[in-house]
């Protein structure tokens, strides 16, 4: 009898944590973006994220390395395209991942924040357009000269 109700107890136990992973899990990783996101609300996340403001015109030179922080679920890491004119901009896989200094990783990982690092090289002009994954949200755009060195 004492074997039986130890067994019963620990099947429920598992299963009570298997369901509290499982809840858990889908919690966190859901896969599909808002369907509705109010400017402030884009703001917001475009502002934790520590993105580049949306439209900009920067400069930089050649050999220039830089983050580029997007919240994933709204501008996703595969719609990114860059149009070139006499520069580039090449990404360095080992710069991934890691959030702004004044950013904590719960915060950047709650609000879906990716950083890539980049470099710049050439003379000309760099174009970035991501497409937004969300409805009547705009694509996010930002224009780079590049200056040779």
């Not at 298997?18 to 919690?27: I, M, Q």
């Not at 390395?65 to 719609?79: G, T």
């Not at 360095?92 to 709650?110: A, C, D, K, V, Y």
Request: glycine fraction near 8%; proline fraction near 6%.
């Amino acid at each position: 009898m004492g074997m039986r109700i130890t067994l019963i107890l620990t099947i429920l136990l598992i299963l009570a944590g298997a369901v509290g992973f499982a809840y858990y899990y889908s919690s966190q990783k859901s896969s599909s973006p808002p369907t509705e996101f109010s400017v402030e609300d884009l703001n917001r996340r475009l502002e934790i994220c520590e993105s580049i403001p949306n439209g900009t015109t920067l400069e930089v030179t050649e050999t220039t390395r830089m983050f580029i922080n997007l919240p994933e679920d709204i501008y996703p890491y595969e719609s990114r395209e860059f149009t070139s004119d006499g520069a580039t901009a090449g990404i360095i896989t080992s710069g991934e991942g890691l959030p702004p200094q004044n950013r904590s990783i719960e915060e950047f990982m709650t609000n879906r924040c990716v950083t890539h690092y980049y470099e710049f090289n050439g003379a000309g002009t760099v174009d970035l357009r991501v497409k937004s994954a969300v409805p009547n949200v705009p694509d996010y755009t930002v224009h780079f000269q590049v200056e040779g060195g």
